[in-house]
Nanobody, 125 residues
C-alpha cells in the first residue's frame, strides 16, 4: 500500500515563504513521477496543477501561476518530494496535495495513482 503524507503548510504573510514536504512510503519511490496540485477555497472540485518532477529528477514543470516562485525537488533516499514556495500572495491560499504515478510526469490530476490528504496553506494580506 502506497501512502503519501504532506506537511509544512500553515499561515504565512504576503511575500513570505513556505516549504512543503511529501513523504512517500510503501512503494518504489525512485520509479515515481511526483506532482503537487492545489485546491483553492470555493474551488474544491478543481485541482490546479502546481508542479511536477519526473522519476529521475531532471524534468520539472510548473503551472503558469507559480513559475519563477516555486521550486520542486526530490530526495530519493528520504523518499520525499518538496515544494519550496517564495513570494507568496494571498492568491496562493489553497490546500496543497502531492500525487504520484509511474515514471513520466503529467499535468492532469486523473493521471496520478496515489494522493496524499493535503496540507493547508493560508497567505494573509
Amino acid at each position: 500500500q502506497v501512502h503519501l503524507g504532506e506537511s509544512g503548510g500553515g499561515l504565512v504573510q504576503r511575500g513570505g515563504s513556505l516549504k512543503l514536504s511529501c513523504v512517500v512510503s510503501g512503494g518504489a519511490f525512485a520509479d515515481y513521477a511526483m506532482a503537487w496540485f492545489r485546491q483553492a477555497p470555493g474551488k474544491e472540485r478543481e485541482r490546479e496543477f502546481v508542479a511536477s518532477i519526473n522519476f529521475s529528477g531532471n524534468g520539472k514543470h510548473y503551472g503558469d501561476a507559480v513559475k519563477g516562485r516555486f521550486t520542486i525537488s526530490r530526495h530519493d533516499v528520504l523518499t520525499t518530494v518538496y515544494l519550496h514556495m517564495d513570494r507568496l500572495p494571498p492568491e496562493d491560499t489553497a490546500r496543497y496535495s502531492c500525487a504520484s504515478r509511474s515514471y513520466s510526469v503529467d499535468p492532469t490530476p486523473d493521471a496520478y495513482d496515489y494522493w496524499g490528504q493535503g496540507t493547508q496553506v493560508t497567505v494573509s494580506s
